[in-house]
């Protein structure tokens, strides 16, 4: 594809429910990235998926949050119990390798949890 | 793990001026440095990059540079318009595979005309 595609754009759910936002990679790109962004902060790194490697999960927040890659392409992240504290912009990277690649983000999704 | 202070958190400028965000990072293996611009509601865009092994390197109006030894790293706008309002981040990353970005707290530029 053209750039890296999240869905959805946002996403308002209620405390406690669970939520799945999906992140579709730069054809091509074996490394993927997620971010979350809260409002007028910086980027926390979350998660990253480098090909067939295990996934290096050192910055999920706690372990009501997940991700998953099938097949070295599409991403998933999945927060279980969803908290207020949820709430934020999840940002998707992806590189054409894990190594100092320039990293291109998608529009991300924005998530509000009442 | 990687650090990375950045500053100013907000900077405004006129039309015209030049200007100068700094970041400082605290792991010395960190080998990778981009800057990305964001513009409000939209995605973080990369702007402009560098490595270790160089020292400067210009695109048009925007330069960076990297003291190594210092650890410290800084973007330059000259001739600001406009439309270079936005948050700017600066990123660092070492040199293993698969180390993710690790970004500064961002720069709010405001340039008036």
């Known amino acids: 594809g053209a750039g890296v595609s999240q869905s959805p754009s946002n996403k308002v759910t209620e405390k406690g429910k669970d939520v799945e936002l999906r992140c579709d990679p730069i054809?091509?790109?074996?490394?993927l990235y997620w971010y979350r962004q809260s409002l007028g902060q910086g980027l926390e790194f979350l998660i990253y998926?480098?090909?067939?490697?295990?996934?290096?999960k050192s910055g999920l927040p706690s372990d009501r949050f997940s991700a998953e890659r099938t097949g070295g392409s599409v991403s998933t992240l999945t927060i279980q119990r969803t908290q207020q504290e949820d709430s934020a912009v999840y940002l998707c990277?992806?590189?054409?390798?894990?190594?100092?690649?320039?990293?291109?983000f998608g529009d991300g999704t924005r998530l509000s949890i009442l | 793990g990687e650090n990375v202070e950045q500053h100013p958190s907000t900077l405004s400028v006129q039309e015209g001026d030049s200007a100068v965000i700094k970041c400082t990072y605290s792991?010395?293996?960190?080998?990778?440095f981009p800057w990305y611009k964001q513009e409000l509601g939209k995605r973080p865009q990369l702007i402009i990059d560098i490595r270790s092994n160089v020292g400067e390197k210009k695109d048009q109006r925007i330069a960076v540079t990297l003291n190594k030894t210092a650890k410290h790293f800084s973007l330059h706008i000259t001739e600001t318009q406009p439309e270079d309002s936005a948050v700017y981040f600066c990123?660092?990353?070492?040199?293993?595979?698969?180390?993710?970005?690790?970004f500064g707290k961002g720069t709010t530029l405001s340039v008036s005309s």
């Open positions: 054809s091509g790109h074996t490394a």
């Open positions: 990277a992806s590189s054409l390798t894990g190594r100092s690649q320039p990293q291109h």
């Open positions: 792991d010395s293996a960190s080998n990778y």
């Open positions: 998926f480098q090909g067939n490697s295990a996934p290096d």
């Open positions: 990123a660092a990353s070492g040199a293993q595979a698969g180390t993710a970005l690790i």
